[in-house]
């Protein structure tokens, strides 16, 4: 197994007082909090919502690769319509990987650091 560290980077503002540096120990805190078998619903959807686009990510990624491999190429399908060709194997290759647990997953609570940017 492969282990990576995604970052995301998100802008926060304060009108004019800066953050108290507790905020991020904090949000650490509630982004971990574990009890009664769940994290807390807010964090259960962050963690949804970035494995959905993990997910639509990795989906693109096959689409794009299939199609600079077969360009506009037309097939027949099974129905007798046609089908882009890019778009047929682009699905395949995706459902393999989602069959060989090969798709990039979340694996641990997220992390949080508040840094002042300029």
Request: proline content about 4%.
């Amino acid at each position: 197994m492969n282990n990576y560290t995604l970052t995301l980077e998100f802008r926060l503002s304060t009108s004019d007082k800066p953050i108290d540096p507790d905020v991020a120990v904090m949000l650490n805190r509630i982004l971990s909090d574990w009890h009664d078998g769940r994290h807390p619903f807010a964090s259960e959807m962050i963690v949804e919502g970035l494995q959905h686009c993990l997910k639509e990510a990795t989906y693109q990624a096959c689409q794009k690769r299939t199609s600079e491999k077969y360009g506009n190429e037309m097939v027949d399908t099974a129905l007798g319509c046609r089908s882009s060709r890019a778009s047929i194997e682009a699905y395949e290759v995706f459902e393999a990987l989602r069959k060989s647990s090969a798709l990039p997953h979340l694996y641990s609570e997220p992390k949080a650091r508040i840094e002042r940017t300029q």
